[in-house]
């Protein structure tokens, strides 16, 4: 069992920063691939990000690529999203999430999720 806790949401000008923390808890974080995911108004949730258990692969959507980065503290039991350069349709409600080992790119536990919003 893994409970994820998302913070670090909030509203940001357009072309902006923020970064976005999950806390993890429970046994085994570690073995765990990562994601981030978000949710627009009136929109299906999408992928965003993915980081390897260990942290040595990450791999993100198109729309993010360049301007975000997925990273994780094993020893904290955190996974960070830094997101730069800000565009009002990032604007959604982030979410964590973990795909248990071994990886098959279904998430098996999902955090409340966190609302970022941009403003033009």
């Known amino acids: 069992q893994l409970q994820l806790v998302e913070s670090g949401g909030g509203l940001v000008q357009a072309g902006g920063s923020r970064r976005l923390s999950c806390a993890a808890s429970g046994r085994s974080f570690r073995s765990y691939s990562m994601a981030w995911f978000r949710q627009a108004p009136g929109k299906e949730r999408e992928f965003v990000a993915r980081?390897?258990?260990?942290?040595?692969?990450?791999y993100y959507a198109d729309s993010v690529k360049g301007r975000f980065t997925i990273s994780r503290d094993n020893g904290k039991n955190m996974v960070y999203l830094q997101m730069n350069g800000l565009k009002p349709e990032d604007t959604a409600v982030y979410f964590c999430?973990?795909?248990?080992?071994?990886?098959?790119?279904?998430?098996?536990?999902w955090g409340q999720g966190t609302q970022v919003t941009v403003s033009s």
């Open positions: 999430a973990a795909d248990a080992p071994p990886p098959n790119g279904e998430y098996d536990y």
């Open positions: 980081i390897s258990y260990s942290g040595g692969s990450t």
